[in-house]
Structure formats: C-alpha cells, structure tokens
C-alpha cells in the first residue's frame, strides 16, 4: 500500500493517544468527556485537549446531551464520518461497481460499469480514475478525498498492492496498482482481493461481533474469504481461501476429469462454478452465453439446469467441509449468482458441510445467504480503507505531509 498521506487540514501527526481516542469513537457510540475518562483512565485535561483536537479537525463533532435520568446533562461526542470521502471500485472479470463512501464506509454514490479484466491495467485503472472523477464532480467534494480501494479477481500481495501471477486477468501480473492510482489521485491506495473485501464488508456490516466467518463467492468462479479470529486471513501470497482450485470431491460420471480454466483438471471449479454449469447445459444441447442465463432457468424451473446447480452445491459444499472443519467458523455467508438461484446450491451445500464437517465444528453454525449483495465487495474496501487511513500508525506519522488531491 502506499504511504497514506491525506489528512484534511490537521496541521501535521497527532499523538498515539489522540490517535486512539478517535478509534475508540470509531468503535462505539456518543460518548462524554466523563465517559472517555473512565475507558481510558487518562486526566481530565488530557481528555480534554485530545478530545479538542479532534473536534477542531472535524473527526468529532457534537451529539446533544445526555439524559437527565444519568444526572446533570453532559455534552456527547460521535465519530463524525462526512469528514473524509472515500473512492472504492470492486472490479469483476466483466464489470464494476464504483462507489463513494464516508469515513464509516457507507455508500453514498455508486455506479454499476462493464469492463473487460483481459484488456489489462491501462484499460482497466483508466477506467476506474474517468469514473472516479465523474463521481467526484465538483472540486469541493474531490479536495476531501481521504483514500483510494480496489478489488480484483485475482491473487494480490497485500502489502505492495501488487497483482500476482492472475490466472484470468491477462497482461497484470507483476501490476502495482498503488503506483497508478496514487499518482493520479494523490492519496492511499489500498488494494484486497475481491473475495476478501466481501468477506470483510459482510462482517463489519451485518455480523460485527463474529470474529470468525467464511465469506463463499459463488459466481463465474469459486473462491473463499476468511475472517479468523476478527482479522482477515490472507496468506503468504494472498491465495488464502481459494477453495475454486483444489481438488473436487465429485462422483464422476467424466471418464477424465475435466480441464479448469487454471490448467488443472479436476478442480472444484471444473466441476461447480458458474462456467462449468454454462459448458454442461451447452453439452447437453443448451446452449447459452452467460451464467446469468444459467441462473434463470433455474428459477423458472428447468430441470437440467437445476440439477446441475444442485450437485454444484454438493461438489462445493465437500470442499466447505474441510475449511469449516479446520477453521471453525461461527457464520458462513454464500454471496454471488449462483446463490441468487435459491435453495438448490444452497441445500446441496449445506447437505454435505452437516455431513461432512466434525460434528463440534457445525453444531452452532449458521450457512446462510449474502445480505449486502453486489454492495459487499465496495462496503469491505470501504472499511479496510477506513482502518488503514485512520489507523494509529497512520496518524502518528511523524513529518507527515499532509498532502490533498491535486
Ligand atoms: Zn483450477
């Protein structure tokens, strides 16, 4: 990630502890001068010019009064998250979903957009800043532009923002995508995996006190985020959770296990992901293009499709059972379009995770349908972006330039 530098009009680094007073309203509700005093124990007059900082930068603001029920009324304090605007796009093989976020990562803006991820990162990040600067509009709202978040379909080495050897994003391997938009935008980059900005959108958004969830994406791959013990789980090269190309657990009609789009064969994707139900139909003499079209004769009712979609479940549910097994899960959240179709992928998913998994692994576990939807992806940019702009480390930075967008 590069250097986050945008800070809106504080003069210069705040100390560690003013730093952390605003990540403690970040992380709970209104609170007085007397209640910071109590969860920090810190003096009075600490308190207060902490508190004052943060208010003069506009990162707190008032919140009226306490009741009189807790004796005299004293002013509150919230988090004030229209201080800063944040810019994510979550990008897909092809199409996007842009959006404009505040500081709390609620989305205020967004734009649906095709793409094609094969024309490469020119095309593609030339895209994604065009949009971005329409979004932004008048100068006003870009001057308060506090940070940068993009997910790809594909590995990402977190901590450079850089693209690692992608099996379907032609012409990005080697690709640092901080390198490109912080010069165009003057601000933090972050950059995560598609599959770990949902996992982390629905967690922070619908399931905050879950520490461990597993977010399954189930579109035209397969490919798991995980969230262990309140933190992401990304690997040593950022392929944590991809479950889409490990072996399948298939009863196998195939006389050779088919080819997967990564060169294996066998893979759970060659057997379960939406191409795979698309190539199946087309073998059997029902052609379409689109894994949407898939998805729709399911829903009205076609019985090839739905088998196909059933025994989908089944083949990635196999796979679920040993994540769920080993990491133990309290939630496992099923998003993309082959979960949109309903109970058929999802009955014979959970059928083989009760099976399958150890039985002290499911007996609390909730299998259940994406609540966030398309909005998961940029929601999740928007909160590890959030962490990463306001984190103590950032805001303690000494020398520090306080650099705004161009
Ligand atoms: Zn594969």
Redesign the pocket.
Known sequence: MATVQALGNLEGAVDQGTAELLNIFRTTGPLTRADVSEHTGWARMTVNSRLDRLVEAGLLEADGLTSASRGRPAAQFRFNPARGVLLVADIGASGMRLALCDLAGEVHRRVDAPVDIAAGPDVVLGEVERRFDQMLGDQALAGSVWGVGISLPGPVEFATGTVVEP?IMTGWNGTRVPDRLGAHFDVAVFVENDVNAMALGEQRACYPQVRDLLFLKTGTGIGAGIIANGSLLRGAQGTAGDI??TWADAEDAHARRPL???????????YASGWAIVRDLATAGQPIETVDQAVERVIFGDPLATSLLRDAGRVVGSSLAHMVSVLNPSVVVVGGQLAAAGEHFLGGLRERVYARSLPLATRDLQITRSKLDGDAGVIGLAHGLADAVLSPANLTEPGRELARRA
């Open positions: 099996p889409g190309h997967c789009r990564c060169g294996k064969q066998g893979c759970v994707e060659s």
